[in-house]
């Protein structure tokens, strides 16, 4: 294939030409150059040709993911705008939005690291950590990565190449923007790409099967495991005793005898220490509930596709393990099995002291530390928004030490007291912490204080 120059024109389908003006990377599937098209910068991959199994019909479907346009008008995908006309040999590519900034990829969020290009050619390049403002943000993307893949399966497609290179992502607020969405095809279609190793299903790597919306719900796992635990999920001692990883022993531990590191009855293929010690430590210090969410992902799951966790249900997790999170009066931040616990659901503080109470409202329950919020996926009937903040655990102005339930949405609640009493709770108002006591959020979702 021949490479593009600087300042080569490129037609462009839709009328009129992009001017190639620097090269911004380059990955197995061709090079991404900066292009000026209509008086606006954006980038243009331009595809290795000969990689492209069928290009007309990798370029008819190209064509139709433009004219369907992204799900969700776009706001979680860099998609495909335009196409280019053909070269004479044939190659082509599609323009896209640039990559805005202040995005880092997954990539350089999971080695903790980036190198940066100096300005002035001759410097050294410089290594920045990337890592996330905190663990709320970092679970915040986590949502908003299952949220993107929910809205592209229920457009009736799949994306086929899930990796850790296909997102940007801001680590200041979890804002998730999918990219490489060129391989985006109708769900049981596709158009020659198999995927990443180590992110593709077990039976992609077989040769069983091809990417589908089932394969993408592997992958999925595979991306919220290492966002979470920094690890490889099937990368234990197993995998470890062979000194160079052909293509063949890619074969028999990501195909044909996948274990996962945590199988409870397989031990054969356990982390090591020293070798994936974040994958150790982590580990112990999630909930019970996403530990067994992943074993099952990485043992039955891998087995049996229609088993793997579907989006929806990563989403209720997900929030539930955002709202984990105990923010303590003292400064300790951790999950609540970091804290003891009196009772079934009152922990207490091994730092200070504090005691927090639990709020049981539908499915979830909402640690009540100082700060803690409630948001409209939770006081809402049939509502996965769990940015809009509702209510919010306050101090009380005038008597300090007292906390309340403020309620900062747009309806009145309605609070009920152990001994049967009624009051009602208007936006500004803040409900008191009492155990047992009863909060109805309206439209029959109802909150309790639990023991
Ligand atoms: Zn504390």
Known sequence: MRELKIRERVQIE???????????GRG???????VRYRGREYALKWYFISRIRNPEAFRKNLRKNIEDGAPEDGKRFIWPLFITKQKPNGAFGYLMQLAPRGYDSFTDIYNGYKWEMPAVKGQPARKRKVRFASL?????????????FRSLHLSGKS????NDGGFFIDTKTGDVLVCDCDNVAPDGENFGIGGMPGFMAPEVVRGASKPNVLTDRYSLAVVLFKLFFRGDPLEGSKVLKCVVMTEENDLI????????????????????NGVHDNVIKLWQIYPDF???AFTMSFTYGIQEPNARIIEKNWIKMLIQLKLDIVHCSCGKTAFSSVFDCQGDHTLVCRNCGSTIYTLGVSDYEVHLHPGAKLYRCLTEKANDDFETVT?????NRLKKGLYGIKNLSRKSWKVVFPDGSQRDVIRGKAAPIWKELQIDFGDDIRAEILL
């Open 14 to 24: 839709a009328g009129g030409e992009a001017v190639v003006e620097r090269e911004l």
């Open 28 to 34: 197995g599937q061709g090079i991404v150059y900066q």
């Open 136 to 148: 709320d943000v970092m679970l915040t993307a986590a949502i908003n990565i299952v949220k993107a």
């Open 159 to 162: 994306y086929q190449d899930l």
């Open 253 to 272: 531990h990501y195909g044909k005898d996948p274990v996962f590191i945590y199988d409870p009855n397989n031990a054969k293929n356990r982390p090591v």
């Open 290 to 292: 996403i530990r067994q």
């Open 391 to 395: 209510g919010e655990v306050v101090e």
